[in-house]
T-cell receptor
């Protein structure tokens, strides 16, 4: 059974700082890992998807890495801005009772606050 | 291309009632998954539909059910509502499901009084 943990649960930084969010997962037999952003009262916005064959994926100021052997992924945010304030969730495929990787298992998220 | 659309955005019900939520996937997407999000449990998988068939199911009681239509639109039904069913219900779609990236809607906020 896949379990996903995110550390820290909350993070407050001043504007302009670089930061790292951590995600760990227990079942390393994953095809990919996805990072999402969630604003208050909203749904999930996909930020980055890393395939198991990749080590990194970049989009603008965001960089996500994946280390399957250690069961870890990190999301690096460069030059943070107040608009980056949101909850960041990582999700890894996990097996359902039928044994197929057809559902995402989510961490509890990291609540990021970027102060002007 | 329009994103995943969920209706209604907000619902208020009382205990014992039933409710139906709707999800329209991205055009061309045949897989629709439903998730429940609560402050205590986080995001939990409810079920996935593909080609009008429930392909996978999470660990929720039988009061939670769903269906998918030939145009891939999906509905989720919750009967005999309990206070603990208050949550944000999110729908996600992907072309074929499986390990493909999922695209989420803005959710339906269900409050039980």
């Amino acid at each position: 059974k896949q379990e996903v943990t995110q550390i820290p649960a909350a993070l407050s930084v001043p504007e302009g700082e670089n930061l790292v969010l951590n995600c760990s997962f227990t079942d390393s037999a994953i095809y990919n890992l996805q990072w999402f952003r969630q604003d208050p009262g909203k749904g999930l916005t996909s930020l980055l998807l890393i395939q198991s064959s990749q080590r990194e994926q970049t989009s603008g100021r965001l960089n996500a890495s994946l280390d399957k052997s250690s069961g870890r992924s990190t999301l690096y945010i460069a030059a943070s801005q107040p608009g980056d304030s949101a909850t960041y969730l990582c999700a890894a495929p996990g097996t359902t009772s039928g044994g197929s990787n057809y559902k995402l298992t989510f961490g509890k998220g990291t609540l990021l606050t970027v102060n002007p | 291309k329009a994103g995943v659309t969920q209706t209604p955005r907000y619902l208020i019900k009382t205990r014992g009632q039933q409710v139906t939520l709707s999800c329209s996937p991205i055009s061309g997407h045949r897989s629709v998954s439903w998730y429940q999000q609560t402050p205590g449990q986080g995001l939990q998988f409810l079920f996935e539909y593909f080609s009008e068939t429930q392909r996978n199911k999470g660990n929720f009681p039988g009061r939670f059910s769903g269906r998918q239509f030939s145009n891939s639109r999906s509905e989720m039904n919750v009967s005999t509502l309990e206070l603990g069913d208050s949550a944000l219900y999110l729908c996600a779609s992907s072309p074929q499901g499986g390990n493909q990236p999922q695209h989420f809607g803005d959710g339906t906020r269900l409050s039980i009084l």
